[in-house]
């Protein structure tokens, strides 16, 4: 009887337990979402919906969750530092939400990721989940073509696998119905996300909420493998080395960033014929991400220990009493 017992709760454990084995993102959540602010998403949002859209969606989140927001054109601004979403979001990032305007001339998403890198690596809570949720056009205009093609390739080979690394999840939208250059659709790929395409704001509440059941379920471990190197670009050792320049930092304009991405991308060049880089081991970052299940699903480990000594315990004393 008290063996019966004993299996039942093991039972009941692992029914109620189990989803975190299976990945469940962590019961905590750091969100940094950035929004496009340029000139190009008026055409998509004309009645200016988006702040309203995100509002729902972040007042329909029970979760322990917080919240910051940049927005950005050719250059990105933190409007508001991470707060808990609470009962309501905080008065920044409602007023931060207010200021969506399209009054930027161009859109540089590569600027606004990097700075929200920068904000979950410094001020993310220890053991949360992190994620990036990107709405924006799905290409960088800053009204030069070398340039663009240099932002594009930084965001989509650095930036990307720093992300991965960092176990950042990014999630994104496109106001598109068919995206321009699959950008975003790849950097979510690289990193865990998930990416949705709309063609205008109608459509957001029901991308939101499929975002809404991803961001919460998918499990971090099935974030991204860094991207491999990509032979006309060289960047993906860039970021692999650790080049200092290429590093998030918060106050970086569009201008010096550019330079920072040459910069880095002859250093990698120069390091990759001297042969100096070493092959970077998958058994780390595997190891780290057993490391990370077991912080985040704690409780199902101690219950199921729990049980299974118990149900020793149970089996020792049934057969002393035979």
């Known amino acids: 009887m008290i063996a019966t017992g004993l299996l039942a709760l093991l039972v009941t454990l692992f029914t109620f337990l189990a989803p975190a084995a299976a990945g469940i993102a962590p019961a905590k959540e750091d969100i940094v979402l950035v929004i496009d602010n340029s000139n190009g998403m008026k055409q998509l949002d004309v009645e200016l919906t ?16 917080e919240v910051a927001l940049i927005l950005f054109d050719d250059n990105a601004s933190l409007k508001a530092p991470f707060a808990p979403l609470g009962d309501t979001p905080s008065q920044a990032l409602l007023r931060g939400l207010e200021m969506i305007d399209y009054g930027g001339r161009f859109s540089n998403s590569s600027a606004a990721i990097e700075r929200a890198l920068h904000e979950l690596s410094e001020n993310g809570r220890p053991g949360a989940g992190k994620s990036i949720i990107v709405l924006a056009q799905d290409r960088i205009d800053t009204g030069n073509e070398a340039q663009d093609l240099n932002f594009t390739r930084w965001l989509s080979d ?16 496109a106001l598109s119905g068919i995206p321009d250059s699959g950008l975003l659709q790849n950097l ?24 809404t059941a991803d961001i919460f379920s998918t499990p971090l471990a099935s974030a991204g493998a860094p991207p491999a190197a990509n032979e006309d670009s060289g ?23 550019a330079a920072a991405f040459e910069t880095a991308k002859a250093d990698t060049a120069q390091s990759s014929v001297a042969g100096t880089e070493a092959p970077s ?30 149900l020793g315990i149970a089996s020792k004393l049934r057969r002393q009493s035979n």
């Not at 988006?50 to 969750?65: E, H, M, N, P, Y």
């Not at 650095?158 to 939208?173: D, G, M, T, Y």
């Not at 960047?235 to 960033?257: I, K, L, N, Q, Y």
């Open 188 to 211: 979510a790929r690289l990193t865990g996300g998930e990416a949705y395409a709309v063609s205008n704001s109608s459509e957001l509440p029901a991308a939101f909420d499929r975002l």
């Open 235 to 257: 960047t993906a050792e860039m970021a692999s080395g650790g080049t200092p320049d290429t590093a998030p930092h918060p106050d970086r304009s569009s201008a010096e960033a």
């Open 158 to 173: 650095v930036l990307a696998e720093q992300a991965a690394k960092s176990r950042i999840r990014i999630f994104s939208i």
């Open 281 to 310: 081991s998958p058994f780390w970052p595997r190891l780290r991400g057993i490391y990370d299940w077991a912080i985040r699903n704690w409780v199902l480990i101690l219950g199921l220990a729990v049980a299974v000594g118990l």
């Open 50 to 65: 988006v702040a309203d859209t995100i509002k729902t969606f972040l007042g329909a989140i029970s979760r322990d969750v």
